[in-house]
């Protein structure tokens, strides 16, 4: 591949001079340990895993009269509690008992998804949409946090707020042992 | 008897095609990557599915994470700025050397009384220096308040754009904290930010 042809052009009349011709063919080994060199110190130099931004748009708190009334029975409540667990319930609070429930695909992306039907179906339209309130007790993590946030994203729930947590919520996490 | 001779090859490989190969992908590895910078606070961010890429410009950040708060704002211009604004506003003056090595800080997380004597030190002593963090509350005077407003100020003074803030939040950090942090966002009317999340599958 890398070599010339550096066979002669046949026999010349007459014996001329003709200076030796040396193989075109170079060591290429030192050329490739340098290549993986290179590569080794770009690998650990540098970050290939671009970091991912979030866009979250919140409420201003600014102004006082941008407040919409959110009609309870199209409310999903969700309660962040320690160790990656949370619990969440529809409707006004109290009305029907809190489900402790986990993250990832059988969790609470489940439930949000059903519960969406469920009150799509039972509300007439054209406003039937669920509304939830995501609210993060004083012991959970930014990390459940922003997996909230996420599977809200994953489900395409539009309609979410983050509001603060209340006293008697905060009771209702420490009763079912996630605070 | 006749020995069987087995003719002798050549070890020497062609090395032409690794070569190749090595050279592809140091290629690779040069366009797309960058360079790793030195984070004062190291966090380990949480995973989301979200895929925007973070920007380079124009953008500020917070990380949040063992109960420390850094800040850091890009372009050495902005920096300057906003150390001087500071400065005035907490009566401390800082020598044109000073705004230099600022300027050349991605994030920092000292108060401002102490910031003039970590800036003193030399790059060696400051990588030793633990940096405590800058001091937060939730009222309209904390530092770390300040710092966001003199950022903006300094920002929209020099490039005439609208800075963008993210949060850079350690997956361990009690949410408390973290809120803390959205509620000064959010008293400056800051109400669009991003949260900085590596890429993770669903």
Redesign the interface.
């Known amino acids: 591949m890398a070599e010339l042809d550096t066979s002669g052009g046949g026999k010349h009349k007459g014996g001329k001079i003709r200076s030796k011709k040396a193989s075109t063919r170079i060591d290429l080994t030192a050329m490739v340990d340098l290549a993986f060199l290179l590569i080794t110190f770009f690998i650990m130099a540098t970050t290939l895993a671009k970091p991912k931004a979030m866009d979250t748009f919140w409420p201003d708190k600014t102004k006082k009269d941008v407040q919409l009334p959110v009609p309870e029975t199209r409310t999903m409540t969700i309660l962040l509690g320690s160790g990656d667990q949370l619990e969440w319930w529809v409707g006004p609070a109290g009305a029907t008992p809190p489900t402790k429930d986990n993250f990832g695909k059988n969790g609470i992306r489940k439930a949000l998804i059903e519960n969406g039907k469920k009150i799509e179906a039972t509300h007439a339209g054209p406003d039937n949409y669920m509304i939830v309130l995501v609210k993060a007790g004083d012991k959970s993590t930014y990390k459940d946090f922003v997996a909230i946030l996420d599977e809200l994203n994953i489900t395409g729930i539009q309609s979410r707020a983050v509001v603060d947590i209340t006293p008697a919520e905060t009771a209702l996490l420490k009763k079912d042992g996630l605070d | 008897m006749a020995r069987i001779k087995i003719p002798r090859k050549s070890t020497?490989i062609?090395?032409?095609?690794?070569?190749d190969v090595?050279?592809l992908?140091?290629t690779f590895?040069?366009l797309?990557?960058?360079?790793?910078q030195e984070e004062p606070l190291p966090v380990d961010?949480?995973?989301?599915?979200?895929?925007?890429?973070?920007?380079d410009v124009d953008v500020a950040t917070v990380t949040?994470g063992h109960g420390k708060v850094f800040f850091g704002v890009e372009g050495q211009d902005i920096r300057r700025e906003a150390l001087t604004a500071m400065g005035t506003k907490y009566n401390i003056t800082f020598t044109p050397e000073e705004a230099t090595k600022f300027a050349l800080l991605p994030t920092f997380g000292v108060p401002i009384a102490s910031l003039k004597q970590y800036l003193g030190l030399s790059i060696e002593d400051r990588k030793k220096f633990a940096q405590p963090g800058i001091p937060v509350d939730t009222t309209n005077t904390s530092e770390l308040f300040n710092w966001i407003h003199e950022a903006r100020v300094a920002d929209a003074g020099l490039r005439n754009k609208a800075l963008r803030f993210?949060i850079?939040?350690?997956?361990?950090?009690?949410?408390?904290?973290?809120?803390k942090v959205?509620d000064i966002?959010?008293?400056q009317?800051i109400?669009?930010?991003?949260?900085?999340?590596?890429?993770k599958t669903?």
Do not use: R, W
Request: with cysteine; charged share 20%.
């Open positions: 020497a062609d090395m032409t095609a690794m070569c090595a050279f992908l140091l590895f040069i797309t990557a960058k360079l790793k961010t949480p995973g989301s599915t979200t895929k925007q890429l973070f920007p949040v993210a850079k939040g350690d997956s361990h950090q009690e949410y408390p904290d973290v809120k959205i966002f959010q008293k009317a109400n669009k930010f991003s949260l900085i999340t590596s890429l669903q």
